[in-house]
């Protein structure tokens, strides 16, 4: 098969949905080996043509990017008009898999796509105006793609339930842990022990709660650490002194902070999967999760589970965490391991080639 794969998201910084992009072609080269060929491409900015490169290195593909002034704009015009083909850039192909940003117009072939979350759709306060807007239009069209992946078995329901797919064209593609993220290598010193989190700051990742939490703790010698860009709306109060915010990091220094955080925890209210969460139990981390059924999948049996709406329950699982870390990092280890990259790409293949007929 020849498979276009849009890569677009990669032209920014790489949140959640960039590194499963990232990681999911990796994988689909690798479990494509030389039966298929995997064509990325993207309609993007003067600062894609840097950045998408600079993600995909070490990825043996050739993206095929195409300059555009305002891309943006250029590829909503180019999914609302529904033409031109996307043919017409790429020649022919046997399965068009595009991402969360556009939904290029095709002639022929398998057309997929990937849902990482319905967010947007169940919770609409929780997104900016702008992504709502994109993402139900995105919606829209995925009720006409021949096969939808979904990150996790709890999206894929909700696929089914909210945008009336039938389930048989429904797959699920988990994401993968990269090989950096493990519990030997260098590890992070902020000066004393630290309790990590990862995530954009908005009101959906539930930060204030984790930020109660904390202080409830009362300890003076131990650190909150919140890796994430800035996000959007009501922002969390982080005037205490041993909270430390470090923004974005890229992939080595966050798999440092992984590994010297003395426990991981992600309060967060909803997720399609949660990705952080093995992240943290593969660099060999006790894990503290919102008990929100959307983080089971990622939690498994290892994770100690924590009230998203409740200060005073994560306090104490915390609490426990840092007591008793032992069998947390055991079980994590070995539920972390159940996820890899080539098990995604090898989804993806079965898919196309099972909608291809």
């Known amino acids: 098969m020849r498979v276009v794969f849009d890569v677009s998201p990669l032209s920014h910084s790489l949140s959640g949905i960039g590194r499963y992009l990232r990681g999911s072609l990796g994988g689909l080269v690798e479990a494509a080996g030389d039966e298929h060929e995997i064509v990325p491409f993207a309609p993007t900015s003067p600062q894609g043509l840097k950045a998408i490169p600079a993600a995909l290195a070490g990825i043996p593909v050739e993206p095929r990017l195409r300059f555009l002034p305002f891309a943006h704009v250029w590829r909503q015009a180019w999914s609302r008009a529904g033409w031109p083909p996307a043919e017409r850039f790429l020649g022919a192909f046997d399965a068009l898999h595009y991402s969360d940003w556009m939904y290029p117009p095709q002639r022929a072939g398998v057309r997929a796509t990937t849902i990482h979350d319905l967010v947007p759709l169940r919770f609409p306060q929780w997104v900016p105006g702008r992504t709502y807007r994109m993402h139900r239009a995105k919606y829209r069209d995925a009720r006409r793609c021949d096969v939808i992946f979904a990150n996790s078995a709890f999206t894929a329901r909700e ?135 959307s983080m089971d999948e990622a939690s498994g049996h290892a994770a100690l589970r924590a009230d998203p709406e409740s200060a005073e329950s994560f306090a104490d699982a915390i609490s426990r965490a840092l007591a008793d870390p032992g069998p947390a990092v055991e079980h994590g280890l070995a539920h972390a391991a159940r996820f890899t990259w080539l098990e995604t790409g090898r989804a993806f293949l079965r898919g196309y080639e099972e909608a291809a007929g």
Request: glycine letters at 12%.
């Open 159 to 293: 696929v089914v339930e909210l945008l009336g797919v039938a389930e048989e064209r429904v797959r699920v593609a988990y994401p993968g842990v990269e090989p950096r993220f493990r519990p030997d290598g260098e590890r992070a010193d902020l000066g004393g022990p630290h309790v990590l989190s990862v995530a954009t700051l908005e009101p959906r990742k539930n930060l204030g709660v984790l930020v109660s939490a904390f202080r409830l703790l009362g300890r003076d010698d131990l650190k909150l650490a919140l890796v994430g860009a800035a996000g959007w709306g009501e922002q969390p109060s982080l005037d205490h002194p041993g909270i430390v915010r470090l923004g974005f990091v890229d992939d080595d220094e966050l798999a440092r902070l992984y590994r010297g955080a003395s426990v991981f925890v992600y309060p967060s209210r909803f997720e399609g999967f949660g990705i952080p969460i093995v992240e943290a139990m593969a660099s060999g981390v006790p894990v503290v999760a919102s008990s929100h059924e």
